[in-house]
Nanobody, 122 residues
Framework: EVQLVESGGGLVQAGGSLRLSCAPSGFTFADYAIGWFRQAPGKAREGVLCISSGDSRTYYTDSVKDRFTISSDNAKSTVYLQMNSLKPEDTAVYYC???????????????WGQGTQVTVSS
């Protein structure tokens, strides 16, 4: 069973930083992409960033450019979302998603994690 476990969420003041982790497991395919998404209360889920099987990065929203970065360990066994200069509008539940094709395809995700709450206070 494919599982994605997110961690690293929490409460932070505006201007602070957090690093989220996503650890996928339970599958044997080697080439996959991981995306980060978020959903604020009363809003639709939106894409944030993605890293493909070839390590190319895709920003899904301009609002996080120059503040958020995505990275992984060599085996992509853990994928990180580094969030700097956080703003109250970044408050949301953050999810990671896996694309078994290896390509970042927006919200067309094959497997979702359970999410981790990020709250940014003003």
């Amino acid at each position: 069973e494919v599982q994605l476990v997110e961690s690293g969420g929490g409460l932070v003041q505006a201007g602070g930083s957090l690093r989220l982790s996503c650890a996928p497991s339970g599958f044997t395919f080697a080439d996959y992409a991981i995306g980060w998404f978020r959903q604020a209360p009363g809003k639709a889920r939106e894409g944030v960033l993605c890293i493909s099987s070839g390590d190319s990065r895709t920003y899904y929203t301009d609002s996080v450019k120059d503040r958020f970065t995505i990275s992984s360990d060599n085996a992509k066994s853990t994928v990180y979302l580094q969030m700097n200069s956080l703003k109250p509008e970044d408050t949301a539940v953050y999810y990671c998603g896996l694309y078994y094709s290896g390509w970042c395809k927006g919200l067309i995700v094959d497997y979702w994690g359970q999410g981790t709450q990020v709250t940014v206070s003003s």
